[in-house]
């Protein structure tokens, strides 16, 4: 039973996450508050995992929550649910794509969802922010502002983002600069 609703969970995350995977990210916080089987925590480390490793980051993620909650097959499971709309999609598109290029009805749908992809995508990046830059757990059982921001995360997050703008490197540099700076440091 499991394995059903795991691979029904990811068929409509990949069925409906349009934008990519980062877009995945409000519909994954939504499945780990019903169903229990990550918190907001886990995604942040999902994030970090799928973002290092090669393979577009929502099969990365389904293949991770899937693996947590059931092992291999769950994995293999969830995966299949959240590539299968993708390939069903692309297969009819492909068949119709000459029939649907230029389709005036077509560029407004996608003029549309654009600004709700990038609201999607925003709102993941906030709850990313909450958990792996604030405190808010702290936060909500103390109510003190002082213990909703941890400085030493803050100032690696705005030295990263800075080290981005400015040289422009690979994201894969970053990441594990990261992972490294973050064993020496023990954050």
Not at 10 to 17: E, M, N
Not at 67 to 77: H, L, R, T
Not at 87 to 110: C, E, P, R, W
Not at 132 to 155: H, V
Request: charged residues 15%.
């Amino acid at each position: 039973m499991i394995y059903l609703r795991l691979f029904f969970e990811f068929f409509k995350i990949g069925l409906f996450a349009v934008g990519g995977g980062m877009a995945t990210l409000p519909f994954l916080q939504r499945l780990g508050e019903s169903t229990g089987w990550f918190d907001n925590q886990f995604i942040t480390d999902m994030v970090a995992i799928s973002e290092s490793t090669p393979g577009p980051i929502g099969i990365n993620m389904a293949t991770y929550v899937g693996y947590n909650v059931a092992g291999f097959w769950g994995g293999f499971v969830a995966t299949m649910g959240e590539v299968l709309p993708c390939v069903v999609l692309v297969i009819l598109f492909s068949k119709f794509l000459d029939k649907l290029s230029g389709n005036k009805y077509l560029d407004y749908a996608f003029y549309g969802m654009r600004p709700a992809v990038t609201g999607l995508i925003a709102a993941a990046a906030v709850s990313i922010m909450q958990v792996s830059i604030l405190n808010t757990e702290l936060f909500k059982q103390t109510g003190s502002i002082a213990d909703l921001a941890d400085p030493k995360k803050i100032i690696f997050f705005v030295l990263v983002y800075l080290a981005i703008r400015k040289f422009k490197k690979h994201p894969v540099a970053y990441i594990a600069v990261s992972a490294v700076l973050g064993l020496v440091l023990a954050f």
